[in-house]
């Protein structure tokens, strides 16, 4: 029933922007907090960022910070996040991921959303 789908990855030269969004539906997505993580090839899955349930807490991963922006609304059940200097070390599939309640796992995830960055 809960289900997160993801959107706007695609093919983006180095120092462009991409944003991406993630439509939540099958739960009351104010409730929860929301993280977006992301996988390149051969590689493990790297947290990007969170943002707490009205917004105002947001945390990066330091490879992201002053680059990327997480954000929400939640009157739209959608969240997202805006990627600006986007480099070739970015390309990866980017999911979000709802928070489980106890804070240190992902209990649902989205499909993904692949952002390639490459000139």
Request: proline share 3%; net charge positive; aromatic share 14%.
């Amino acid at each position: 029933q809960v289900l997160l789908v993801e959107s706007g990855g695609g093919l983006v030269q180095p120092g462009g922007s991409l944003r991406l969004s993630c439509a939540a539906s099958g739960f009351t997505f104010s409730s929860y907090y929301m993280n977006w993580v992301r996988q390149a090839p051969g590689k493990g899955p790297e947290w990007v960022s969170y943002i707490n349930t009205g917004g105002s807490i947001t945390k990066y991963a330091d490879s992201v910070k002053g680059r990327f922006t997480i954000s929400r609304d939640n009157a739209k059940n959608t969240l997202y996040l805006q990627m600006n200097s986007l480099k070739p070390e970015d390309t990866a599939l980017y999911y979000c991921a709802r928070a489980g309640t106890l804070g240190y796992e992902y209990d649902y995830w989205g499909q993904g959303t692949q952002v390639t960055v490459s000139s």
